[in-house]
C-alpha cells in the first residue's frame, strides 16, 4: 500500500468516555478458542479495540465478495479514540475503500482511486480519524507479512492504530498493532448501539460464500 501519508499525520483529542458495556458487546463469531474465552471482556491493559456490527459486516463481506476468486480487499477503518481509568482504547465505527490493484498474495489503493477514497470518508456521517486498516488473506490465515509490517510501521504506526486481518475461506479473523518484535496480536470485540439488533440477531441477511 502506498500514497497514504496524507491520512497519517493527525493526531486527535483523546476524551476520557467508557467503553461499550458488556451487554452491547460480544466475541466475533470466526475467533476460536483461546482468543474467543478473551472476549468481549477485555483486560483493560491490553488496549482493546471495539468494532462495530456495521463496520464489522462491511469487511466481513468485502472479504468475503472476492473470496471465489481469491483475490485480497483493503480499506481504512474509522473511528475514534478514548480513555477511560487511564486505559486508551480504538473504536472502529465504520470502513472505507475504493477500487483496489489486488492479487491474491497482495493488495493496494489503486492510485486512481484516492479521490473515491477521501469521497467515501467524507460520506461518513460522523467526525473520525482514520484509526487503521483491514485486508484479507483469501485461503492464507491470519498473520502480518513483511510487507504487512512494513504498511502499519509507515502508515499506521500511532498508539491507536490497529490492522484488522480476515481470511474469509477459512473463516478466521485478527487484530494487530505495533508492539513486541515487530507487530503483536490485539483482543477484540464487536459492539453495538443500542438502537441496533445484537450482532448475531437473524434479521440481518448475511452474505456466504454461496452468493
Ligand atoms: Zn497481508
Known amino acids: 500500500m502506498s500514497g497514504l501519508t496524507i491520512i497519517g499525520s493527525r493526531q486527535p483529542v483523546i476524551e476520557d468516555r467508557p467503553p461499550p458495556p458488556i451487554e452491547r458487546t460480544t466475541a466475533h463469531k470466526w475467533l476460536i478458542g483461546q482468543d474467543r474465552r478473551k472476549m468481549p471482556n477485555p483486560e483493560p491493559a491490553c488496549k482493546p479495540l471495539y ?27 474509522l473511528g475514534q479514540v478514548f480513555t477511560h481509568d487511564g486505559t486508551e482504547y480504538t473504536m472502529v465505527r465504520d470502513v472505507a475503500t475504493t477500487d483496489l490493484d489486488a492479487s491474491s498474495t497482495r493488495v493496494r489503493f489503486r492510485r486512481d482511486g484516492f479521490e473515491k477514497l477521501f469521497a467515501s470518508m467524507d460520506d461518513v456521517g460522523f467526525d473520525h480519524i482514520v484509526t487503521g486498516w483491514y485486508h484479507s488473506h483469501p485461503g492464507h490465515g491470519i498473520f502480518m507479512s513483511p510487507t504487512d509490517v512494513d504498511t502499519q510501521k509507515g502508515m499506521f504506526s500511532s498508539s491507536f492504530h490497529r490492522a484488522v486481518v480476515i481470511d474469509p475461506i477459512n473463516k478466521e479473523i485478527g487484530a494487530y498493532r505495533l508492539g513486541g518484535v515487530d507487530v503483536e496480536p490485539v483482543p477484540f470485540a464487536i459492539y453495538w448501539e443500542e438502537f441496533q439488533n445484537p450482532y448475531f440477531g437473524t434479521s440481518v441477511r448475511k452474505r456466504t460464500l454461496a452468493d
Open 51 to 77: 468494532i462495530s456490527k456495521i463496520a464489522e459486516e462491511k469487511m466481513r463481506n468485502h472479504a468475503l465478495s472476492k473470496a471465489h476468486e481469491r483475490t485480497e480487499v483493503m480499506g481504512l477503518m
